[in-house]
């Protein structure tokens, strides 16, 4: 195919269009991804809003990042691997923070400077 079926759709050349888009997406390559989009497409990614294909290249983790993040959350993995009590642990000091943070809200509602955070029932 020379180029990417174009309006006006049938069910078959927009099922076509469909698949050559997921196929885009899923190939995780930034810059075929970004000639998807139009050269002044605006995205939003949480509260950064780029405009135009450069900037959309540059949302893409660079393949650093990507080994960085995987070296991470293979270490991660390991650590609670070798210490089983690790999970329970972090559990634990999570829970200790939802408290504190509950009775924070609780306090600055009292002096008037916040809303009273729901009693955690268990």
């Known amino acids: 195919m020379d ?4 309006p ?15 196929d885009v997406w899923n190939s995780r390559d930034p810059k075929r991804v970004s000639l998807a989009y139009t050269p002044d497409s605006r995205w939003r990614n949480r509260s950064e809003f780029p405009q135009g294909r450069e900037q959309i290249v540059a949302l893409f983790p660079n393949d650093k990042e990507k080994a960085l993040r995987q070296a991470a959350t293979s270490q991660f993995d390991n650590i609670v691997r070798k210490c089983p009590g ?3 642990q972090a559990k634990a000091i999570h829970d200790k923070s939802q408290a504190v943070s509950a009775e924070i809200q609780n306090a600055l509602a009292k002096v008037g400077k916040g809303k009273p955070s729901p009693s955690k029932k268990n």
């Open 3 to 6: 180029r990417p079926p174009l």
């Open 8 to 22: 006006p759709f049938t069910r078959e050349t927009a099922v076509q269009k469909v698949r050559l888009a997921e």
């Open 86 to 88: 690790a999970e329970a």
